[in-house]
């Protein structure tokens, strides 16, 4: 499925239509350039999730969690990751294969650890369109993501 969208507010409102469909155990799994609003569409997947923290990017923790919503939300920032032992050490797959919602900024510097069900998003900006556009690509790996379907822009 594929989004456009051409403001922030719209990149976070599709991220809490989002987060208003994940089950406990979902992974998604984010890429794109350097500011496309990966963490933007993570914030508004917590909102959609009912946690009112405020998301911060995780990018020297690795993971941050928040607990305060209908599921747990275990928020990933793999960017720094140089080697998977890494992720491991911080006990990756308990949290992956827990009972949260997983959120994976950078998947791609992962992809070998990747499980193979996921929900990917990938997020490209295009300047020629607009300093907020961006298109936003939608793919289920796996038969447990067939609820993206429902996916719609409020």
Known sequence: MEFEVNSIE????????????????????????????????????????????????????????????????????????????????????????GDGVSIIEWANYIEEILPSDYLHIYIQKDLTKGENYRKIMVTPYGEKYSYVKELTLC
């Open 10 to 97: 719209e990149t976070t409102n599709l991220g809490v239509a989002l987060g208003r469909l994940l089950n406990s155990g979902d992974i998604i799994c984010l890429t794109g350039d350097l500011g496309t609003g990966k963490t933007h569409i993570t914030k508004g997947i917590s909102r959609g999730l009912g946690i009112t923290d405020n998301i911060t990017s995780p990018t020297f923790t690795i993971v941050n969690e928040y607990d305060s919503g209908r599921l747990k939300l275990y928020h990933f920032d793999v960017y720094r990751v140089s080697d998977p032992d890494e992720i491991y050490a911080i006990g990756f797959d308990d949290y992956i294969f």
